[in-house]
């Protein structure tokens, strides 16, 4: 017995032992958690149950220079549907007539809709899609839709916003206004105004502190924000949606015609540099459709062909190596230099011709001649000029992916003894089509060099943030003198020159066609194809706006491949669009210009008028103003019936005059 009573005690020391170790451990651990680790789980906890919410700022709007909405932001929703939150009875009650409602705005079948309704429950969805891209209105009525009403808990929906960027005009310009697109690799690759002007398109997201609650739901701990949002400012920009609709259509009207592969066109104010339109249209090869896929006119960079032939001339008259007046003879339209060929495109040159004829008719040989003769020893002299108008460097426009420019250095090691003379023609040079407006942009604007402004001004509501006046990249690229002669040769190109199928008496324009050989160095020749161009600026005598027209490969099947051909009938119609059609046009020109008609039936009335009637006056054939004037200057009263001229008179002229009598004419 006392043996068994002596096992028992042992039993009861060692459970004892036991829960003492366990007290001591719970007792570290407790010590552990307090002292040690108390900092983490606190923090832990905390973070569980008490989290920073971000408050999107919202996001400015872009305009253009007239006040249309170019880019805004719009709520965007999707919709899901937990399929077992409703009650059996709610669901089956409601289904059908969620199905029908469903079916209705989404365009879609309602027993199609109700059989994946019935699916969904059947298989205890939590999360089945029921439409994506709602705009606000078609998420307020599908609110309200049967079951949907019940809210999130009893009737199932699930709702997820998001902001979406929307263009108003659609794809218009779409590559200039821009938008925060992604890279093949996920990268963020912000494009456009959007993309430049992002720091004040965005503004500053604010913060929240919320606390758990049941049901997974979040409150907030205050009534204040930890931080505010600061909403993004507006951008206006320098487009005009009118101008732009104008260079848009123009441009896609001749790559249909031409069944191009890409092109562009950019119109810029003369005076400050805005940009008044930009379109960049490429050609998708499985649909045939045009659409703004890449901006062309900022990053393709590119030999220009004849367009560059303007440095050429400037430079010469600048140094006074020759003179517009300068003969050179075109030598049967083909030059050589060393082993290598330089042809007109015409078959047998033109003759003898002076050096402004040889730059209206894009004569390759005059030009190139003019140039290799003058500088061949010398042509660092000759790309010093090309430097000073800024045609070897970007633009710095702040837009990702702007083109880089290359213009031979006679200091580079792969200068060789061709490079001066094809230089001379647009070859062995590359530059934007941007950077050869603003060089022609330039010339119409007597010398002074602005550089290219996509934006005006930076704004909060009415409050002007920021303005964005004329940038002066150079305020004289050569002398008055030369300019003047320059001018007066670019609008002879549109009058007599390789321009001429332009020219209307009633419109002047100056400007300078390009022809070019793009990709003949590749695969042998057998990548070749033609860049068609036309730059130039309007109203030639006193420009307001510089234009150029980039076509890149136009279809030669009818031979038809030339400058004035394919570019030139984009740039006459937006002039004469501009000023014909234009509701921006704020000028009335010629207000002292008198009318001949006008003059004579001033000068009829004013004789008449002079006379001293003591008898009822003809007045038939006389306008109805100047008749009703005369008549009531004599004392009659007048009643008229009908608009024009005096066909009839009540009173027979000759009659006497009584003062008060009534007169009633008849017009036509």
């Known amino acids: 017995m006392a043996v068994d009573d002596k096992n028992i005690s042992y039993r009861v020391y060692l459970v004892a032992f036991f829960i003492f170790l366990m007290a001591a451990a719970i007792a570290v651990k407790l010590t552990n958690i307090q002292w040690v680790e108390g900092d983490y789980y606190r923090k832990l906890a905390k973070e569980r149950t008490v989290r920073n919410f971000v408050i999107p700022a919202n996001k400015g709007n872009i305009y253009s220079a007239d006040g249309s909405l170019l880019a805004t932001s719009i709520p965007n929703y999707e919709i899901r549907f937990d399929a077992i939150a409703p009650k059996t009875d709610d669901f089956e009650k409601n289904v059908k007539q969620l199905a029908d409602s469903l079916g209705k705005l989404l365009h879609k079948s309602s027993d199609a809709l109700e ?176 659409s703004e896929r890449l901006n062309y006119a900022i990053r393709e960079s590119h030999e220009p062909g004849s367009t560059f032939k303007l440095v050429d001339l400037m430079a010469l008259l600048e140094d006074k190596l020759a003179d517009t007046s300068s003969v050179f003879d075109s030598k049967g339209g083909e030059v050589k230099y060393f082993g290598r060929s330089v042809r007109d495109s015409k078959k047998g040159g033109y003759g003898k011709i002076s050096l402004a004829r040889g730059f209206e008719l894009s004569s390759n040989t005059v030009m190139v001649q003019a140039v290799y003769e003058n500088y061949k020893s010398n042509p660092t002299q000759f790309v010093n000029h090309i430097n000073s108008y800024g045609l070897n460097k970007k633009l710095g426009l702040g837009f990702n992916g702007e083109g880089r420019p290359y213009i031979p250095q006679p200091s580079d090691k792969n200068w060789s003894r061709v490079t001066l003379p094809w230089m001379a023609f647009g070859y062995n040079v590359s530059v934007t089509p941007l950077q050869t407006l603003t060089f022609y942009n330039a010339v119409a604007n007597n010398g002074e060099m602005v550089k290219p402004l996509f934006v005006s001004e930076i704004k909060e509501w ?207």
């Open 115 to 290: 059989k994946e309704l019935r699916i969904a429950r059947a298989n205890k969805s939590r999360y089945l899609l029921i439409a994506k891209g709602l705009s606000y209105t078609d998420y307020v009525a599908l609110k309200k839709f049967p079951l949907f009403q019940l809210g999130p808990y009893k009737g199932g929906i699930i709702v997820e916003q998001e902001t979406v960027r929307e263009h108003p005009i659609g794809k218009i310009a779409e590559r200039t206004i821009g938008y925060i697109g992604r890279d093949v690799y996920g990268h963020i690759n912000p494009v456009g105004v959007e993309g430049a002007y992002s720091k004040y398109l965005n503004g500053k997201d604010g913060r929240i502190l919320k606390q758990k609650i049941a049901k997974g739901q979040w409150k907030p701990i205050s009534d204040v924000n930890q931080v505010e949002p600061q909403d993004g400012y507006d951008v206006i920009s320098t487009i005009d949606v009118y101008i732009q609709d104008i260079a848009h259509h123009a441009l896609l009207k001749q790559l249909e015609e031409y069944q191009a592969d890409h092109g562009c066109v950019v119109v810029m104010e003369t005076k400050t540099g805005y940009i008044k339109a930009i379109s960049n249209l490429g050609r998708n090869e499985e649909t045939g459709m045009y």
């Open 462 to 668: 009415n409050t002007s943030i920021k303005k964005f006046d004329k940038i002066v990249l150079n305020p004289k690229i050569c002398s008055q003198e030369t300019i003047d002669k320059v001018k007066a040769v670019l609008e002879n190109v549109v009058k007599k020159g390789t321009g001429a199928k332009l020219y209307s008496k009633d419109f002047s324009m100056a400007g300078k066609t390009g022809t070019a050989q793009v990709n003949y160095a590749k695969a042998g020749g057998a990548e070749k194809y033609y860049s068609s161009s036309f730059v130039g600026y309007f109203p030639a005598d006193q420009p307001k706006y510089s234009c150029i027209v980039v076509v890149h490969r136009p279809n030669t099947a009818k031979n038809n491949y030339y400058g004035a051909d394919v570019a030139g009938p984009v740039f006459k119609r937006i002039a004469q669009k501009i000023f014909t059609d234009s509701p921006t046009t704020n000028e009335i020109k010629n207000l002292n210009r008198k009318i001949q008609k006008q003059e004579g039936n001033y000068d009829s009335y004013f004789v008449k008028a002079q006379k001293k009637f003591k008898s009822i006056p003809n007045v038939k054939g006389m306008p109805g103003m100047d008749a009703v004037a005369l008549l009531e200057n004599l004392g009659l009263r007048v009643r008229v019936v009908g608009m024009g001229k005096v066909k009839k008179q009540s009173l027979t002229a000759g009659e006497s005059l009584a003062k008060n009598a009534t007169i009633v004419l008849e017009l036509s």
